[in-house]
């Protein structure tokens, strides 16, 4: 039978396919996590050059910008960036940024 040879695909690949179930494989809709909007403004962190903080991208951390560990469980995994310099940055927390882990403004949109 096909499906204990799926099943075995499926344990090999997990880490590929969190979130999805063996019946999701085969009709080929796997369903992906969902980053929650953590807020709609960012935090404004005042960084130290060197450093290396770990940004949130999955939004379910209590520690925002920050990842906890909350995304334990979903495909996410938390974003490294290491500052180049000292000074004020400014972490998205909507995270639907397209420059992570950054603020582009997006938020405004989600606003309206």
């Known amino acids: ?3 204990p040879l799926l099943d075995i695909i499926y344990e ?3 880490n590929d396919f969190i979130g999805c179930t063996t ?3 085969i009709r080929g809709d796997f369903k992906m996590d969902k980053q929650i909007i953590a807020g709609t403004e960012p935090i ?3 960084v130290k050059a060197g ?3 770990y940004w949130c991208s999955c939004g379910r951390s ?3 910008p920050f990842c906890d560990g909350s995304h334990k469980g979903t495909s996410f ?3 490294v960036f290491t500052a180049k310099k000292n000074g004020d940055v400014a972490f998205c ?3 639907l940024t397209s420059n992570p882990p950054f603020c582009d403004g997006t938020h405004i949109s989600l606003k309206k």
């Open 77 to 79: 995994k938390s974003l």
């Open 12 to 14: 090999l690949h997990y």
């Open 1 to 3: 039978m096909l499906l």
């Open 93 to 95: 927390t909507c995270k």
């Open 44 to 46: 404004h962190v005042n």
């Open 51 to 53: 450093e290396t903080y």
């Open 23 to 25: 019946k999701n494989m």
């Open 62 to 64: 209590s520690s925002q």
